[in-house]
């Protein structure tokens, strides 16, 4: 087990790095005058010079890759025109528009992201295991073609159109509930909760459709299996057949695409926090792309890198400790 | 997002014996009843989208025309009139502000959403075949690079770096072209990974061997054996990337990264329509509604083209089925 934890971070450690130089290489290697975009279009030719000189832009780009290494490793200093800025060690460049370290405003944004990411995960297993469990206990019946109809809807339906739509009943229409915003929780719970409800339910409602056919599918399959037909042939009842035995093959798979889902969701829930303007990562990703900030960008793609190769290796690891039969190499 | 899921779904897939015959695929296609009548609706949108100038013509509508007549600017823009403003001139209403026709805009909408979903998923397909085939057949350093380097383009969520990409890309790129090809470039690893590992369960066997052994080289190999087998698992795959490539140039257009202005697109106009909702719910909702029917359509047919092709996946069912009802025959028997 430690053998193969050890091996499986190396393994996430090169693709992080290999990550890194595709980011690099695709952002700042691409053709568009950077020190012009980010000086603006009125700047004369001399202030797009020292912006130029600024950003080091003049170095070959390898140069500029192996600075950006030493920042992420060690930090660095970058002068801001009148003075200094120190950037410390997992330094992921200085943005172009705030002054500030990437890796500063990254983790502000953190928790309102993780805030609107834990509370949808919960609802989203909650709601997708159950269903895919329920449509696998009525299979054949009216029950399980009206869960498949509303799964598949699920599944086609945009989150910002499920989220429009719950909007303008919810808080327009029926005055249920408030308008959705973000309240950090420390500030005040209550507040908080009721603030990222709609999100949370439209998140999950997309989200779950997923689970509810990954969990039904494989149910069925075990089902379908020998020792499915040796457990009725002992007698046990159908209930504890698929809430018992045929859940355990179900389980694996949701491991899985949990991690996968969850992890690339810290790197910001674009569409849900763009429309309901909650101010998190994906929020922050749309609005630098706009503004071109590539340090920004280009960050929030290497943590979303992060976090998706750090949930995979956990999903690995869960995944050998809920299924016996896998062998971790 | 749905990658993985859709990775998942074929894999079913792949194993399952090629090519069980054109005629028995249309049979079984056409005995899912929800899958004819998708196919139908689907239908009906590509023709949408290929008559999109002469259905306006018929209209007589222009999509960028603007008719401030015909909104209130007293009440801040809302279209004068009953829902949005349908009339005989303006079948689905106008936009609220300016006054633009719903009808025309939403019609050639269809036309941004279906070309740039088909193309990209082509192109997708054509990526992800080359390379999978490429890591199956071209030795073990090929393999090891694309499957290391198909590994890293995973970990990539699309949508943030299709931002990403646009970010960096003058604006002298056509943006419906510019969108196909950032769907295109980041969205082909599912494809990639599963022919990979169908072909290399393929070069095993038998026939494919015999073929290697009577002298043909790799290239022949791949084109004559393995590609008429490969057809199953990737149509199985490529079908729900369709749907899934009109939702991210939605999305993508719905964050304003997408398809520019005064071009239509659905996903635009549910951005703009999000503050109307309250004074103009029609604008909001056709957009929406547009969105929804072709994604749902286009899910359901490719489910229905899976079922056909994977023979187990219908048997399975029936199997549930049965054993189900053996279980409770067998209750009222013991009672």
Redesign the interface.
Known sequence: MTGFLLRRLGGAVFVLLALSVVVYLVFYAAPGNVAQIVCGERCSPAQVAQVHDRLQLGDPIYVQYWHFLQGLFAGRDFSSGVGVVHCDAPCLGLSYRQDSPVTDILVNKLPVTGSLVIGAFVLWILLGVGTGLLSAWKRGGAIERTLTGLTLIGFSTPVFVIGLVLIIVFCSTLGWLPFPQYTPFSDNPEQWFWGLLLPWISLALIESAKYARLVRSSMLETLAEDHVRTFRAYGLTERAIVGKHALRGAVAPVIALSALDAGSMFGGAVLTESLFGIQGIGKLLVDSVRQVDLPVVVGVVMTTGFFVVLANAVADALYAMADRRVVLQ | ??E??LA??AG?AQVAAPASGARQFWRRLRAQRAVTVAAVVFALLVFVALAAPLLTALEGQDPNAFHPALVDSAAGGVPKGSFGGISGDHWLGVEPQTGRDLFARLVYGARVSLGVAFIATLVQVFIGVSLGLLAALGGRWADQVIS??T??VV???L???G????????DSVPRPVLITAVIAVVGWSGTSKIVRSSALSLKSLDYVSAARLSGWGRLAVARRELLPALAAPVITYGVLLV?ANV?IE??LS????GIKPPTPSWGQM?TD??TW??SA?TY?LLP?GF??VT??SL??VG?GVRTALDPRAAS??K???K?????KSRKEASK
């Open positions: 997002m749905s993985a899921l998942s779904q079913a290391r380097f590994d890293v970990a990539l969520p949508l943030v770096i931002l990403g990409l646009i970010a960096i890309v003058p749907p939702s939605a999305a719905f964050l304003g990264v549910l329509a999000n909702y309250q719910p909001l929406a969105l929804f994604v749902l899910t359901v489910e399975r069912l199997v549930g089925v054993s189900r009802k053996d279980a």
